[in-house]
C-alpha cells in the first residue's frame, strides 16, 4: 500500500475518533451540570485542557465560559480539534482514498460531515441541542460499523484500527488524569455523594458506566482507574487498545509476536508490555497523575515512530555513474 494511502486512512480515523471523544466529553459535562451544587463558572475549562488545547483557547477567548467552550471545541474551524475541523480533515481524508475504502464508508463520512456543518450554521454555542452530541457519537459508530462490514480486513482496514486505537488510548489518559482532578472542587467533596458523581461521570465520558457497575458494582477511585487503565476485555479501556492496536501494527508489518523489525513495533510493543503487567496498586502509589502523563508522552512517542516508519518521505540515493 501506498504510504500516501495509508496516512490518510490513519489519519480519516483518528479524526473521527477525536469527533466521538469531543462530543462524548461535552455531552457528559453539560449533563454533569444538573447533577452538582457547585460554582459551574469553573466546570468547563477542564474539557479544553482534556483536548490539549488550552494555550489555543486562552489566546482568543477571555474566559472559559460555558458558550465559549462549546464553541471553541464544536463549531470553532481555527481549532483543528474542534468537531467540525476534525470532520472536513476526516471526508478531505476520505476524498483522496475512495478508490480504497468502500462507497459505503465514503457515504457515512460525507453524511457526517455534511450534519456537523448544517448544525454549525444552525445553532449558536449557547443552544447547541442535547441530542446534536448524541448523533456525532452516533454517526461515529455507524461510521465503523460500515467499515468493518464493507472493507477487507487488509492492510487499510489495520491501519483504521491503528488510528483509531491510539487516538481512543490517548482520549482515555486524558480524561482519567484531567477531569476528575480539574472537576473536583474541594477536598470536602472526597467520599461524599458529589465524589461519586464525579467518577460516574468520568465513565460515562468512556461508555463505561454499564460495564464498570456490571463487574464491580460500586463506585470505587481505584476500580475505576484499574477499569479504565488495565482492564482487557473493556474496547475503551488503555490496555485493551493498546493491545488491539499492536496487532494491527504486526498484521502490517508481518512480524511474529515476540519479535520486532521497526521502531513502530518497539515503541508500541514496549508500552504494551509495560501496562500489561503493571498492578494498579504500583500505579497509584507512583501517582496516578504521574503515570498518566507518562503514558501519554509515551503514545506521541509510538505516534512518532509510526509516522517516520510508515508514512515520511524517504529520499532514494542516485544511482551511481
Known amino acids: 500500500m501506498l504510504s500516501r494511502v495509508a496516512d490518510s486512512i490513519y489519519w480519516m480515523n483518528r479524526y473521527i475518533e477525536r469527533a466521538e471523544n469531543v462530543a462524548r466529553f461535552i455531552h457528559v459535562n453539560i449533563n454533569l451540570m444538573l447533577d452538582l451544587p457547585i460554582d459551574q463558572a469553573n466546570q468547563w475549562l477542564p474539557l479544553v485542557i482534556t483536548t490539549g488545547d488550552r494555550a489555543a483557547f486562552e489566546s482568543r477567548y477571555s474566559e472559559a465560559t460555558q458558550e465559549n467552550v462549546i ?4 463549531f470553532d474551524e481555527l481549532n483543528p480539534n474542534s468537531i467540525v475541523s476534525c470532520l472536513t480533515a476526516a471526508r478531505e481524508n ?27 450554521r444552525q445553532t449558536t454555542p449557547e443552544h447547541v ?51 476528575y482532578f480539574m472537576l473536583l472542587p474541594s ?18 465520558s468512556a461508555s463505561a458506566f454499564e460495564m464498570y457497575r456490571k463487574r464491580h458494582h460500586h463506585i470505587d477511585p481505584t476500580r475505576v482507574a484499574e477499569f479504565l487503565i488495565l482492564d482487557r476485555h473493556f474496547p475503551r479501556s488503555i490496555n485493551y487498545c493498546l ?26 510493543g514496549r508500552l504494551r508490555s509495560d501496562l500489561e503487567y503493571a498492578p494498579i496498586e504500583d500505579i497509584i502509589a507512583k501517582g ?24 515520511a518521505m ?7 555513474i
Open 288 to 311: 496516578l497523575h504521574e503515570f498518566l502523563d507518562g503514558l501519554e508522552s509515551q503514545l506521541n512517542i509510538v505516534g512518532q515512530a509510526i509516522y517516520s516508519t510508515f508514512f
Open 129 to 179: 441541542p442535547d441530542v446534536f452530541y448524541t448523533s456525532v457519537k452516533m454517526a461515529s459508530h455507524l461510521y465503523v460499523g460500515i467499515s468493518d462490514n464493507t472493507m477487507n480486513h487488509g492492510e487499510g482496514w489495520h491501519f483504521a484500527q491503528l488510528g483509531r486505537l491510539l487516538e481512543r488510548a490517548d482520549k482515555t489518559a486524558r480524561i482519567l488524569d484531567v477531569k
Open 314 to 320: 524517504r529520499s532514494t540515493p542516485l544511482p551511481a
Open 187 to 204: 477536598v470536602n467533596y472526597v467520599g461524599s455523594p458529589y465524589d461519586a458523581i464525579l467518577w460516574s461521570a468520568l465513565l460515562k
Open 243 to 268: 493491545g488491539h492496536a499492536e496487532q494491527s501494527l504486526r498484521q502490517i508489518t508481518g512480524t511474529p509476536i515476540g519479535s520486532f523489525n521497526n521502531l513502530a513495533e518497539r515503541r508500541l
Open 94 to 120: 476520505a476524498r483522496t482514498v475512495r478508490e480504497v475504502i468502500s462507497s459505503e464508508a465514503w457515504e457515512q463520512v460525507n453524511r457526517f460531515y455534511l450534519m456537523v456543518k448544517a448544525a454549525a
Open 71 to 74: 464553541h471553541f471545541l464544536t
